[in-house]
């Protein structure tokens, strides 16, 4: 894909929860997922930790930045093409799907950014929830409608009109980083839960060893598509500030493929002058071999809550404050 970096429209920002301007510089780097241009700058607020890009790409030119294999065109589990990717792609959403039922036992559930609907998909064959979905990719909810017959507004939740009847789960899977405006789109949430209804969410984990290994190259950056990084401690804070109490905090991924996102952008900044060596990183890095050496330990990580991908479950107990 070809994009012209002077064609590219660009904002300033100030922090979005405490709305503070003033903050310092943590690294500028490049795209380095899909390697299109441009130069992004991440900043930290300094009055409540919230990290930022600083300026950011207004909402339209963003959008240059998702191509077809991001995560929203991901095909569902039941249409992969071998057993095995089929067993994987449900797996994560079991996992996910266990981990809610600690805390929500069935009702109404709303995905946010649904993707191509793995987690409506196994909440719906669980038979304890009725679902319904938003995703602000046509593709990705023409195939969630036609797969699944379930309710998908295609947009974002700031054009979502909630029914009348409130819900008792709303999901966030790897979302909330994308939205311009993360504290409108908490409280937005509040207002369509019930009273005792469930959030969870799940952010790159900032306080995570992959991020003090890989710095700057940690897969969990994602420039420019992540807007926000959250800092453990500051989304707790937002979230008891906006009528939330956080119930649990676990790692449901252990990362194999996260951990070999970071290896890669670590080792673009030699692949000019070790081409065949980067080459050979990589190939042993997915080899059986390592995946299989690596499963006890990213396993460990995860309890520890050290993986690259951490959720929070919240549960709302009063009112938002404005």
């Known amino acids: 894909m070809s994009i012209d970096p002077r064609s590219l429209a660009w904002e300033p920002t100030v922090c979005d929860w405490c709305g503070s301007n003033q903050a310092h510089l943590l690294f500028e780097g490049p795209d380095r997922l899909e390697r299109l241009p441009g130069s992004f700058r991440m900043v930290q607020c300094e009055q409540c930790g919230l990290i930022r890009q600083n300026p950011r790409l207004a909402w339209e030119s963003l959008q240059h930045y998702y191509i077809d294999d991001y ?65 602000p990719t046509q593709q990705a909810c023409e195939y969630v409608r036609s797969s699944l017959q379930v309710p998908v507004h295609h947009g974002t939740l700031a054009d979502f009109t909630p029914p009348e009847q409130p819900f008792d789960l709303i999901t966030l899977w790897n979302v ?9 789109s908490i409280r937005r949430c509040h207002a369509m839960l019930a009273d005792g209804g469930l959030l969870a ?13 890989f710095g700057k190259y940690w897969v969990g950056w994602d420039l420019p598509r992540h807007l926000f990084i959250f800092p453990r401690p500051m989304l707790e804070t937002m979230l008891g500030d906006l009528g939330f109490e956080v119930v649990d905090a676990r790692c449901l991924s252990t990362s194999y493929a996260l951990l070999g996102h970071s290896l890669d952008f670590w080792s673009q900044s030699w692949e000019d002058r070790f081409p065949r060596l ?27 809550r050290q993986t690259t991908l951490l959720t929070i479950f919240a549960r709302k107990i009063g009112p938002s404050q404005p």
């Open 71 to 135: 995560a929203a065109y991901a095909l569902m589990a039941k249409d992969e093409t071998t057993p095995l990717r089929r067993w994987n792609r449900r797996y994560g959403s079991a996992k996910r799907l266990r981990a809610i039922q600690r805390h929500a036992q069935g009702g109404r559930m709303l995905d946010v950014g649904c993707g191509t609907g793995l987690f409506l998909e196994a909440c719906k064959a669980s038979g304890q929830w009725k679902v319904a979905g938003i995703e």
């Open 176 to 184: 909330l980083e994308h939205v311009p405006d993360p504290a409108a």
């Open 201 to 213: 969410l799940t952010i790159p984990n900032v306080e995570g060893i992959g991020k003090r290994v």
């Open 278 to 304: 980067r080459s050979l990183l990589l190939r042993v890095y997915h080899s059986l071999p390592v995946r299989l050496a690596l499963m006890v330990p990213l396993w460990l990580l995860d309890k520890s």
